[in-house]
């Protein structure tokens, strides 16, 4: 099983259709979270996914936006969209019937 913040990087990967860098990724959590996540928070998460099957990286062509530095694209696996799947239907059943209270204010 993956972590909630494994998760959350995985999915933006996903919403950014699959070519996404660590800066990008960055982006689109803050975007959907309202939060910033370090950077090597984030590079150590790529590094473990990767290890552990769920990624794929390859790197882009050098541009000179950055210097001559080419950027490092991840995609997800099938086994990272089986966790995915996995986590997803785990959500659905642990919400199934559940109705919270009115937020009293």
Same mark, same amino acid.
């Given at each position: 099983?993956?972590?909630? +913040? *494994?998760?959350?990087?995985?999915?933006?990967? &996903?919403?950014?259709? @699959?070519?996404?860098?660590?800066?990008?990724? %960055? $982006?689109?959590? +803050? *975007?959907?979270?309202?939060?910033?996540?370090? &950077?090597?928070?984030? @590079?150590?998460?790529?590094?473990?996914?990767? %290890? $552990?099957?769920?990624? *794929?990286?390859?790197?882009?062509?050098?541009?000179?936006?950055?210097?001559?530095?080419?950027?490092?694209?991840?995609?997800?696996?099938?086994?990272?969209?089986?966790?995915?799947?996995?986590?997803?239907?785990?959500?659905?059943?642990?919400?199934?019937?559940?109705?919270?209270?009115?937020?009293?204010?």
């Amino acid at each position: 099983m993956i972590t909630r +913040k *494994e998760e959350q990087i995985l999915l933006a990967i &996903v919403h950014l259709d @699959n070519r996404a860098y660590l800066v990008n990724v %960055r $982006e689109k959590l +803050k *975007e959907i979270t309202g939060k910033y996540l370090d &950077v090597g928070s984030i @590079n150590k998460t790529f590094k473990k996914l990767e %290890r $552990e099957g769920h990624l *794929e990286s390859e790197m882009g062509e050098p541009t000179p936006v950055r210097g001559g530095k080419a950027i490092k694209y991840y995609t997800l696996t099938k086994k990272g969209y089986n966790a995915l799947a996995e986590v997803n239907a785990m959500q659905k059943r642990l919400w199934k019937n559940v109705i919270l209270p009115a937020k009293n204010e």
